[in-house]
Nanobody
Framework: QVQLVESGGGLVQAGGSLRLSCAAS????????MGWFRQAPGKEREFVAA????????YYRDSVKGRFIISRDNAKNTVYLQMNTLKPEDTAVYYC?????????????????WGQGTQVTVSS
């Protein structure tokens, strides 16, 4: 069982930056693929980024490439999402998730554990 707790959300102006953190419980954190997803009001949850346990292999949705960076610190059981040049369309609740497989996937149902989410609001 893995418990995930996100933090770092907030209100920021367009063009600004935020860094989200997701702290995980458990002793096998480094074996999980970790992902970030987001869900805006009235929309489906969508993939943002994912990172393998080695911290090297990453995968992003096209709209955040070059603006967002996913990283992890396995010693701290934490995954991060550095978000730069934020846009109003990035406004959503952001969730982190853990996947026991070894494959980077963008499908929410592939992930086994989820955090409660943190709100990110980008004003224009």
């Amino acid at each position: 069982q893995v418990q995930l707790v996100e933090s770092g959300g907030g209100l920021v102006q367009a063009g600004g930056s935020l860094r989200l953190s997701c702290a995980a419980s458990g002793r096998t954190f480094s074996s999980y693929v970790m992902g970030w997803f987001r869900q805006a009001p009235g929309k489906e949850r969508e993939f943002v980024a994912a990172i393998k346990g080695n911290g090297i292999s990453t995968y992003y949705r096209d709209s955040v490439k070059g603006r967002f960076i996913i990283s992890r610190d396995n010693a701290k059981n934490t995954v991060y999402l550095q978000m730069n040049t934020l846009k109003p369309e990035d406004t959503a609740v952001y969730y982190c998730a853990a996947d026991r497989s070894l494959v980077l996937v963008a499908v929410p149902k592939a992930y086994d554990y989820w955090g409660q989410g943190t709100q990110v609001t980008v004003s224009s």
